[in-house]
C-alpha cells in the first residue's frame, strides 16, 4: 500500500465522523449545556421574571426539610419498586401462556392495545372509571357501601391505582419482549432437561430463567428509567394531591418550576432525581456488562 492510498484511507475514515457531528452538536448544545445550566440555576433562587439571587446551597436544604420532598420521595419508592415486580412477573406469566397458545396474534394485540394510547388518553380513561360513578359504583351494588367513593382522594390508595394504571399501558411492550426472548431460545439445553425428566418447575427455574436473563435485564431497566420519571399519569390522574400527597419527584420538580415559580428549588430536585437515575442505571448496566 502506497503513501497515496494510506492518505486516501486517512481521508475517508476523518470523513466518517463528519457524519456524527450533527448528532454531536445536537447532544452538546441541547442535552449537556441543559444539564450544566440546570446544575447552575439549582444555586439561585429565580422566579422566572426578577434577577436571579445567589443563595448557594440553601435550595438543597430547602428540599430536604421540606415533608413534602420525602412525601415524593416515599412515592417515587413505591412506583420503582412496584412497577419493577409488576413489569417484570405479570409480562413474563403473559409471554409463557401466549407461546403456548394457539391464538397467540389475538392475545398479543389485546395486551398490546394499551401501549398505543397516550399517557392523557390512558389518565381519562382510568379517571373516569375509577370516579364514584365508575367501578366503586358496581362495589355499592353488591353491598359494599364504604367502597362507594372516589379512590383517587385516598391518599396512598391513589399511587398504587395509577402504578397498576401504567403497568397496563406499559405491559404490552415488555410482553413482546418477553415472546421474542422465549421463541429465540437455545432449544438444545431445554431438550435435553427435558429428556433427563425434569420438571415444568424445575425447566422454568433452571434453564430458561436464566436464558432469558438479557431480555429481563432490558426490561428491568426500561421500567426503572419510566418509573422514575412518570409525569404523564399522576397530572391527569391527581395532580398530585390532595394535598401533594401523591406527588413524585419527577412531578415535584414540575410544580416548583412552573405552577409555583420556584425555579432554583424545581432545578433542585431535578439535578437529585438525575443523580438518582444515573447511579441505579449505572449498577444495572454494569452488573449487564459483567455478566456478558
Known sequence: ?????????????????????PAVVLVVGFFVTSIGYTV?????????????????????????NDNNFWISVANTV???????????????????????????????NIFYFPATLSGTVGG??????????GIPQLFGLVGFEKM????????????FVMIFMQ????????LLLFIAGLRHLDRAPIEAAQIEGASRGWLYMKVIFPALSSTTKV?????????????????????????????????????ESFVRNNYGVGASVAILLTCIILI??????RNTFKSE
Open 1 to 21: 500500500m502506497n503513501k497515496h492510498t494510506t492518505f486516501l484511507l486517512d481521508i475517508s475514515r476523518k470523513r466518517d465522523y463528519l457524519y456524527l457531528l
Open 40 to 64: 447552575v440555576l439549582s444555586f439561585f433562587s429565580w422566579d422566572g421574571v426578577s434577577e436571579k439571587v445567589f443563595i448557594g446551597v440553601q435550595n438543597y436544604t430547602d428540599i430536604f
Open 78 to 108: 413505591y412506583w420503582v419498586v412496584f412497577s419493577l415486580l409488576l413489569n417484570l412477573v405479570l409480562p413474563l406469566v403473559l409471554a409463557i401462556l401466549i407461546v403456548q397458545s394457539v391464538n397467540s396474534p389475538l392475545f398479543k
Open 124 to 133: 381519562l380513561i382510568m379517571v373516569a372509571m375509577l370516579s364514584t360513578y
Open 148 to 159: 362507594v367513593r372516589d379512590w383517587l382522594s385516598v391518599p396512598v390508595v391513589n399511587t
Open 167 to 174: 403497568t397496563w399501558r406499559g405491559i404490552g411492550v415488555n
Open 219 to 255: 426490561v428491568l431497566l426500561m421500567s426503572l428509567v419510566n418509573s422514575f420519571k412518570v409525569f404523564d399519569i399522576i397530572w391527569i390522574m391527581t395532580k398530585g394531591g390532595p394535598y401533594r400527597s401523591s406527588e413524585t419527584l419527577a412531578l415535584s420538580m414540575y410544580i
Open 280 to 285: 441505579a442505571a449505572y449498577f444495572n448496566l
